[in-house]
């Protein structure tokens, strides 16, 4: 009976950690840079629609807080701005126990039209400060700071703080 009872612990003790190995942090972060890939690629495509679906009912977006509705505004005037584009950044740098308690994921980025080109970033995804200084030199330079939460199994924007580079550090 004992031998039944120590088994019966061992394979749940094995279900318990196979749990938290699959919903373990790697996951998660894997999952939140798979978030950014998309909205870039879906910026890309102008999907207007597709970019509001990763975020949240009672998205915000600053500055200005901006609800969802006035983001849509917002990205239609920058995608008509710059035509066909390329949304380039570095891997994402992502805090799943922000200080704040809301994890956050902050990603410089640039935008370039369709037939502008900088190669020598491609090999810069893994080491965004080397990026940074690479990108501040030859192009308008901004940074997403997103707050997000995870519903249902799947990781959505509630808060969006974009920043612009300005040669000094970034600046609302």
């Avoid at 840079?33 to 870039?40: H, T």
């Avoid at 809301?102 to 990603?107: A, E, R």
């Avoid at 893994?126 to 308008?140: F, I, M, S, T, Y």
Wanted: some cysteine.
């Amino acid at each position: 009976m004992a031998k039944r009872f120590s088994t019966a612990i061992a394979f749940m003790l094995c279900a318990v950690m196979l749990s938290f190995i699959s919903c373990s942090p790697g996951d998660d972060e894997k999952a939140l840079i798979e978030l950014v890939e998309k909205a870039a690629s879906l910026a890309e495509e102008h999907e207007i629609g597709g970019i509001i679906e990763l975020a949240t009912e009672d998205f915000r977006a600053y500055p200005g807080n901006l609800g969802s509705r006035d983001a849509k505004r917002v990205l239609f005037m920058a995608f008509n701005y710059y035509g066909e584009l390329k949304v380039i950044h570095p891997e994402p740098d992502i805090d799943l126990e922000h200080e704040d308690g809301k994890p956050t994921v902050t990603v410089p980025f640039l935008i370039l039209r369709k037939n502008q080109s900088l190669p020598e970033l491609e090999g810069l995804y893994k080491n965004p400060r080397e990026w940074l200084e690479r990108v501040g030199e030859n192009a308008d330079l901004y940074r997403f700071k997103l707050k997000v939460i995870k519903a249902d199994g799947e990781w959505f924007v509630k808060e969006a703080y974009l920043e612009r580079f300005t040669g000094l550090g970034f600046n609302p």
